[in-house]
């Protein structure tokens, strides 16, 4: 068959539901009344849903197929170790732990290896990992490599962590680190891939450190998949090969499965240690469930165990990460900033680069990520000041290292006629930025402040 440039869906139609449709004036008032807050848009009133890819993905006919074998017995139900050897055998990591999803993973680890005195080192910690170090008592720390920096510059693997910077901490530190996390990919400096090479050296330094290394593996087969096409030895590997390469640098893993399990709800907590494991299954107990099923329905463990094995198909993830490229290639030709190269999950606007009249303090991306709403009825996600920027204890703010929007694209939801609006409405908007206001903020709460803050326009 001779090779067509043109990347097809790989999956057909066959299930639709209708858009929510909305007036200018409406979404203004919208706005208004949640406090400018995206989070607090009611979904109906959302045309394009891009505020995550988490939980949003289209399952197939055979992930529905499979919620009907579901078992719901309460303890040591069939479904769970249908799931147990899909996790096991991508991971081969034997202690398989579901939970409904990646923070509660998150809290169980963090409750057991955090507390005050410890440092998490990541290569960055996304929003709900930092809060549930910082829950603990202990610090996170991020140690990402200086090209990450570098929003405009596209250098292949941004999500590396600074292995050099890695090595002197643990010196530094010694026990006082319990473990060391990888983010596959790297959601917060743009869904940037993290490099085989540097999977291989931070394991080597962490077992020369006795450290253990953990996956945060939410987005681990579109980080497989941009290891395939962008680094040098793996363009022939199979996707599901460089996947289990890269567990086979960790002794720990969690996700969260509505990402690349392509579910609604899931996750697991995966161990090499036996020991640990026995604990995480006590605390587990308290507040998820039985540790064969640990919050989860047993179809939701069948969807999970399904996901595992589709996300791996190589048509799939071809066609995934091309239409992220093509977002990417669209607003790069409207003249909008992003963060470059793109990822596997989504696009970032520069913010920053797009908005400099609005300095940190007013929240320039937040700013942005409203009026894309106003604009076209277009949800996406403040990844910026309002979501990691800080007070020092004088009371002066410190803002976060950038200012992006993210758009997270869910999996086998849009078509290309979806995301060629989404490009026309960011053309427009870039035309508008100098009139773009900031925000001031009303109302936040100590952790997790953007799910729930309060803003309004900032004065002229």
Not at 184 to 212: F, H, W
Not at 440 to 446: F, G, H, K, P, R
């Amino acid at each position: 068959m001779a090779a067509f440039k043109t990347i097809i869906e790989p999956f057909k139609i066959k299930s639709v539901e209708p858009l929510g449709f909305t007036t200018e004036s409406e979404r203004a008032r919208l706005l208004a009344e949640g406090g400018y807050n995206l989070f607090n848009i009611p979904a109906a009133k959302v045309l394009i849903d891009l505020l995550t890819d988490s939980g949003t993905s289209a399952m197939s006919a055979e992930q529905w197929a499979g919620m009907m074998r579901g078992d719901e017995s309460y303890a040591g139900a069939s479904s769970f170790y249908r799931f147990e050897a899909a996790v096991r055998e991508l991971t081969g990591l034997r202690e398989v732990i579901p939970v409904h999803q990646g923070r509660a993973a998150e809290r169980i680890l963090f409750e057991l290896l955090g507390g005050k005195g410890r440092v998490i080192i990541a290569n960055t910690h996304f929003d709900t990992t930092r809060a549930n170090v910082e829950v603990s008592g202990a610090q996170a720390r991020d140690l990402t490599v200086p090209e990450a920096a570098k929003i405009s510059v596209p250098y292949p693997f941004k999500g590396n962590i600074d292995t050099l910077a890695l090595e002197g901490c643990l010196r530094e530190l010694g026990d006082r680190v319990p473990l060391v996390i990888m983010t596959v990919t790297n959601n917060s400096v743009g869904g940037q891939p993290v490099s085989m090479a540097n999977l291989r050296e931070t394991g080597r330094i962490c077992r020369d450190y006795k450290v253990p290394l953990f996956l945060d593996c939410a987005r681990f087969a579109e980080n497989a998949w941009l290891i395939k096409q962008r680094e040098p030895g793996f363009a022939g590997v199979p996707v599901r090969d460089i996947a289990r390469e890269m567990f086979s640098y960790c002794q720990g893993a969690w996700m969260s499965s509505k990402k690349d399990a392509l579910v609604n709800m899931g996750g697991f907590l995966a161990l090499s240690d036996a020991a640990l494991a026995k604990k995480a299954r006590e605390v587990l107990i308290v507040g998820e469930g039985f540790p064969t099923y640990g919050g989860l329905s047993g179809r939701d463990l069948e969807a999970v165990a399904i996901g595992l094995g589709e996300v791996l198909s190589e048509e799939y993830l071809s066609y995934r990460i091309r239409s992220i490229e093509y977002l990417g290639e669209g607003l790069r030709k409207a003249g909008v900033p992003i963060v470059e190269p793109t990822g596997g999950h989504g696009v970032y606007v520069d913010a920053k680069a797009l908005l400099p009249h609005i300095p940190p303090r007013l929240y320039p991306a937040q700013a942005l990520a409203c009026e894309i709403y106003r604009l076209g009825g277009i949800r996406t996600v403040e990844i910026g000041s309002l979501m990691f920027g800080r007070k020092n204890k004088d009371g002066s703010f410190v803002p976060a290292k950038a200012e992006l929007v993210r758009m997270a694209i869910p999996r086998r939801v849009y078509t290309q006629s979806h995301i060629d609006y989404v490009i026309e409405v960011f053309g427009e908007l870039a035309r508008r930025a100098p009139d773009i206001r900031g925000l001031d903020l009303i109302e936040a709460s100590e952790h997790l402040a953007h799910f729930t803050a309060k803003l309004a326009p900032a004065a002229p």
